[in-house]
């Protein structure tokens, strides 16, 4: 962020630092090390099992979709097309806006929400704040005997199931909303399982 600041300064404001931006000599720290946390078998239904409709809902959106928990709590009404069945995200937060494919549950399960709602068509559909629906998921997790699985996993799984199912970066990207290939690995935790079945199929 420093160095991105220092170089507005040089390229856009003119101004002139003699040996240019003193933070590209800093080596830059190492990532952390990505969790690759995945639903393990039965958890699913675990997680199911121990939610209220809302949360069961909340659940498999954030499972077919790949969105964030802060794009889901901005969703309307008039986002959601019905008959193409998309959902247009705007404002998201790297910045730019895209249209996710919905599933016939993710469509289920947002008219869900919708039908608890009154018919206002830009009020969103929770009314909930993020950080509410991470508390919730947090006690359903401790409920049912489920370690160690944040909210956010949900992310990392829906992406991966999307490679698992065959679409490629790009389709992936387009639906997920990652910028870089890099950035997708990091949510990405293929089953070495599911490769070999792949290769011997072919």
């Known amino acids: 962020m420093v160095s991105r600041i220092i170089n507005t300064g040089i390229k856009d404001w003119g101004y002139s630092l003699p040996d240019g931006n003193p933070v590209s000599m800093i080596r830059y720290p190492k990532s952390n090390k990505p969790r690759n946390r995945r ?4 958890e699913l239904a675990k997680l199911i ?18 969105i964030r928990r802060g794009e889901l709590c901005k969703i309307v009404p008039n986002d959601i097309n019905w008959k193409l069945q998309t959902l247009s995200l705007l404002d998201t937060k790297n910045g730019t806006d895209r249209i996710v494919p ?16 009154p018919n206002t068509p830009d ?30 996993d949900l992310r990392h799984e829906a992406t991966t199931r999307f490679f ?3 679409l490629n ?8 909303g990652h910028k870089t290939v890099a950035m997708l690995q990091r949510y990405t935790h293929l089953r070495p399982e599911n490769l070999l079945h792949r290769i011997q199929a072919e």
């Open 39 to 42: 639903l393990e078998h039965g």
């Open 49 to 66: 099992d121990f939610s209220d409709d809302f949360m069961v809902s909340i659940i498999n959106i954030l499972i077919e979709t790949g």
């Open 102 to 117: 919905l599933t016939n549950l993710a469509i289920a399960s947002l008219s869900s929400l919708v039908g608890t709602k």
């Open 123 to 152: 009020t969103p559909i929770i009314s909930f704040h993020p950080d509410h629906i991470s508390h919730q998921f947090n006690k359903i997790c401790k409920t049912a005997g489920i370690n160690n699985l944040r909210l956010h």
């Open 164 to 166: 698992e199912l065959g």
């Open 169 to 176: 970066t790009i389709e992936v990207a387009s639906i997920t």
